[in-house]
């Protein structure tokens, strides 16, 4: 047994190294970024690739020589112990029980180890990709000779001190991963505060920082970013707040445009935009309001009307903007409707009181409240009607002849006479009807003929027998008279009398024969 012990101990030269895994997809500029892998850190990474390999010998290889050697196995297989034997052998077997167990400890603790080792080193590849050495060397460089003291226990077979090695640097390790995500932080807020201090080169070391630990991060790549151009924008700063001093703000807003096109975030440039906005918005609003009221002044209410409603759109809620629309809208009303009432009062002078009526409903659209606007309206319609009226009859003599007509002309003429101080129009519709009236009443001579076998009779008159000439006076008006004669068809004539046409000779008399007639 003592022999299987023997195989179980490794080679005086064996031992265990750390590996370092190396990601094949990693980017080699990354890798490669600032601050730059030190010769200590080569030399690490080429021990942990060596002890990476050593780690699957004793993994896959080590196990085999805890088995018995092949010459005590043949042995034992030739030589089959009779009963006699076992019983002697028995007692001997008893005895190297704990030898086996030994081994079988031993094996164990030979496992455990590769186990922990193993959680190390891959601990070592995960730090080493976040540049380790930069931020935590110390503690890294105590880890990492944590690992080589275990790999001397190792070497020398005390197993148990060598557990203990690689589990105080995989604690060590888990501790330093453990800070990464502080570190970072810590290093992304002080670049960030170093960037409201203006300084650019703290600014641009602490990014750097990050970036070397985690090539990736985006807030470091932002902040390096701002880092990298924050001198020149705070040099343009410096230029736009020399030019708003200058009251030059259109260069003033230029420069802080430019510096935000460096930098988004660019310090006070926001801002200062915002308050150069601010005074350009409101010089250019009272501009345009002391336009309106210039106007206004000059009572072009049309332009200022324009430039008050044009403040409005810049100032919707401004209480000076609504006054100067409703003083300029209360002056336009006013100019309207004083045009419309004074065009009425024109129409009225001229007797056109159809148009005059029509002017003072236009100004009461205008204005429902307008003081006496509704009374003339009334009555230059009564006036407008009055007119038509006058005009109907002297129009249409003839009618006046009827009895209903006349009264009705003369119940107009009244109206008309009532009205005081008459314009020339009236007067003249007065006596042009009144005129009508007494030449509708006075008869006109009128002369029948007839062939004295016709039955004559005159409508509105009566019969007037048969004759070959008859004479009658008729007033002026529309009329009618028949003639009949027996076997003969009957005659109508219409006609008119009127002092246009004096001394009228009307034919009547029946000559066409009826062919039954008798």
Excluded at 81 to 103: A, I
Excluded at 204 to 223: D, E, M, Y
Excluded at 349 to 367: S, T, Y
Aim: with cysteine; hydrophobic share 40%; glycine share 4%.
């Amino acid at each position: 047994m003592r022999g299987t012990e023997n195989n179980d101990r490794p080679e005086p030269d064996e031992h265990i190294v750390p590996v370092q895994f190396v990601d094949p997809s990693a980017n080699h500029d990354e890798i490669n970024a600032p601050p730059s892998l030190t010769p200590k850190h080569t030399g690490t990474i080429v021990l942990s690739i060596a002890l990476f390999f050593v780690v699957l010998i004793v993994i896959f290889v080590l196990p085999r020589h805890l088995q018995m050697s092949p010459d005590v196995s043949n042995s034992e297989k030739n030589e089959q112990p009779s009963s006699n034997q076992r019983q002697t052998l028995q007692p001997h077997m008893s005895m190297t029980e704990p030898v086996f167990r030994q081994t079988e400890d031993a094996a164990q603790l030979r496992y455990e180890n590769q186990t922990q080792l193993e959680r190390a080193l891959a601990l070592v590849v995960r730090l080493e990709t976040h540049n380790v050495l930069v931020w935590a060397a110390n503690d890294f460089d105590q880890a990492q000779g944590n690992i080589k003291l275990g790999e001397k226990a190792y070497r020398e077979q005390r197993y148990g001190d060598a557990r203990k090695y690689y589990t105080a640097a995989t604690e060590k390790l888990e501790s330093i991963e453990a800070r990464l995500d502080s570190v970072i932080f810590e290093a992304i807020e002080d670049g960030f505060l170093q960037l409201e201090a203006k300084d650019s080169t703290a600014a641009t070391k602490a990014f750097n920082f990050v970036l070397s630990i985690q090539p990736s991060h985006g807030q470091a790549k932002r902040g390096l970013a701002r880092a990298q151009t924050l001198d020149r924008v705070l040099a343009l700063i410096n230029e736009a707040e020399g030019y708003e001093r200058l009251n030059n703000l259109p260069a003033a807003l230029t420069r802080y445009h430019e510096a935000l096109k460096l930098d988004a975030e660019a310090p006070s440039a926001s801002s200062a935009i915002s308050r150069i906005k601010s005074i350009q918005f409101e010089t250019k609003f009272q501009r345009i309001m002391s336009a309106g009221f210039s106007a206004f002044e000059s009572n072009d209410n049309t332009r200022a009307k324009a430039a008050f409603e044009k403040a409005k759109k810049l100032k919707p809620q401004s209480i000076a903007v609504n006054e100067a629309l409703t003083q300029v809208n209360n002056r336009i009303l006013a100019n309207k409707i004083s045009k419309r009432l004074v065009a009425a009062i024109a129409f009225e002078k001229q007797e056109e009181w159809d148009k005059a009526g029509k002017q003072f409903r236009l100004a009461i659209a205008l204005d429902a409240n307008l003081d006496g606007a509704e009374n003339s309206a009334r009555r230059a319609d009564r006036r407008a009607k009055l007119d038509q009226q006058l005009d109907t009859m002297i129009g249409q003599p003839h009618r006046l002849g009827t009895d209903a007509v006349h009264a009705e002309a003369q119940a107009i003429l009244k109206r008309a006479r009532s009205i005081s101080n008459p314009g020339p129009i009236l007067q003249r519709q007065i006596i042009s009807l009144d005129r009508s009236i007494v030449i509708a009443r006075t008869p006109l001579p009128v002369t029948l003929v007839s062939n004295s076998a016709t039955e004559v009779t005159l409508y509105k008159i009566g019969p007037l027998g048969k004759f070959d000439q008859h004479s009658i006076s008729l007033i002026p008006g529309q009329y009618v008279v028949v003639g009949k004669r027996a076997g003969f068809r009957d005659v109508r004539v219409e006609f008119k009398v009127s002092p246009e046409k004096q001394n009228a000779l009307i034919t009547v008399q029946c000559e066409e024969k009826l062919a039954f007639g008798t």
